[in-house]
C-alpha cells in the first residue's frame, strides 16, 4: 500500500491488484478486502489519540463492484467514535480513476484491559501440522458438484488466489449442504499485536469455505454480496481450529450461507459468520 494521507483517527491508502490479491474469477479477493479494511481501520485508530489498535468484535462488509487484475483501488479509512472500551470504524473501497465504490466496511473494536504486542521466542516450534487425509463424503453429494468443488479447492491449494496464500485447510466432511475442515493456525495467520488468529484470515476462510460448501450443493460459483463476522475468542499460534460451513439456502439469483470457526481442543467458539451471495451467469471460473 501506499500511504496518500494520515490524520488523526483517518487513513487512506491506494494500492494496484495483483494476482496475490484476486479470486477464481481475477477480480480483488472479498476475503482481501476484509483483510485490507481490518488493517487500515486498525491503523487509524491507532493514529488516534487513544493510540492502541484495540481487538476485533465484528467486522461486516458489503461488496458492490469488482477490481479486476491491475486495478488502483483507494482505501479510505476512519474512526467514527471512541470510548473507553470500544471502538466503531468504517471504510471503503474506490476504483480509480472513476471513483466507482466497490466495497464498504465497518468495524467494531474493543480495547481489552490487559494487551500486549505478541513476539515469539527464539526456537519456539509449535505447530503441528495436519496429516493429508481424503474427507467423509455423504452419499447425497452429487458427484459433479463435488469434483468441482474440489477443483476450485485445488486452485488455492497451489497459491493461484489470495485465499491460497493462508490456506492449508484438510477437508474433513461433505455433505450436500455442508462442509467441514480443519487447519492449524501458523505464522501465515497471526495478527502482529497478540499472536492470534488473524480476523482477516478468519474471514478468508469463511469466504472460501462457504463458496465451497455453495458449489457442492448447487455446482455453481457466486460472488459475495455481504459477509459478517464476530470474533468472539483469540485463537493462538499453533491452535487447531475446525470450520463448519453451511448452506442456509439458494435461490435462482441468492443464497444464504453461515460457518463456525471452533477451537477443536477445547470447543470454544472463535467466531461465527454470515455470508450472501449472489448467482451471476457472467461469472466464471478464471483458467489455470
Known amino acids: 500500500c501506499r500511504v496518500l494521507k494520515a490524520d488523526e483517527g483517518k487513513v487512506s491508502v491506494e494500492f494496484e491488484v495483483d494476482e496475490r490479491m484476486t479470486n477464481h474469477f481475477g477480480t480483488l479477493h472479498g476475503g482481501c478486502s476484509a483483510t485490507m479494511v481490518d488493517v487500515i481501520t486498525t491503523g487509524a485508530l491507532a493514529a488516534s489519540p487513544r493510540g492502541v489498535p484495540g481487538v476485533s468484535v465484528d467486522l461486516h462488509m458489503t461488496y458492490l463492484a469488482a477490481a479486476k487484475l491491475g486495478d488502483t483501488v483507494q482505501l479510505d479509512a476512519e474512526v467514527i467514535r471512541a470510548g ?3 471502538a466503531f470504524t468504517r471504510a471503503s473501497l474506490y476504483r480509480k480513476p472513476d471513483m466507482a465504490l466497490l466495497a464498504t466496511g465497518l468495524h467494531t473494536k474493543v480495547f481489552p484491559v490487559q494487551a500486549s504486542v505478541w513476539k515469539q521466542r527464539e526456537g519456539e516450534h509449535p505447530l503441528d501440522p495436519l496429516a493429508p487425509s481424503s474427507p467423509s463424503l455423504s452419499s447425497d453429494v452429487n458427484p459433479l458438484f463435488y469434483e468441482r468443488m474440489m477443483r476450485f479447492a485445488q486452485m488455492d491449494k497451489q497459491e493461484a488466489t489470495f485465499s491460497g496464500r493462508v490456506w492449508n485447510a484438510r477437508l474433513t466432511n461433505v455433505e450436500q449442504c455442508k462442509l467441514s475442515a480443519e487447519f492449524v493456525v501458523d505464522q501465515q495467520k497471526i495478527e502482529l499485536f497478540g499472536g492470534t488468529l488473524h480476523g482477516g484470515c478468519s474471514t478468508t476462510m469463511v469466504d472460501f469455505l462457504t ?9 455453481r460459483p457466486a460472488v459475495s454480496v455481504n459477509l459478517n463476522t464476530t470474533y468472539l475468542a483469540p485463537a493462538p ?3 487447531r481450529v475446525r470450520i463448519h460451513a453451511e448452506v442456509v439456502k439458494h435461490g435462482r439469483s441468492l443464497a444464504y450461507t453461515k460457518a463456525d470457526l471452533i477451537r477443536v481442543e477445547d470447543g470454544v467458539p472463535i467466531a461465527s ?3 450472501t451471495l449472489a448467482f451471476n451467469e457472467r461469472v466464471v471460473v478464471r483458467e489455470q
Open 273 to 275: 459468520a454470515k455470508h
Open 211 to 219: 463458496c465451497a460448501a455453495l458449489i457442492a450443493a448447487t455446482g
Open 84 to 86: 473507553r472500551s470500544m
Open 237 to 239: 499460534l499453533g491452535t
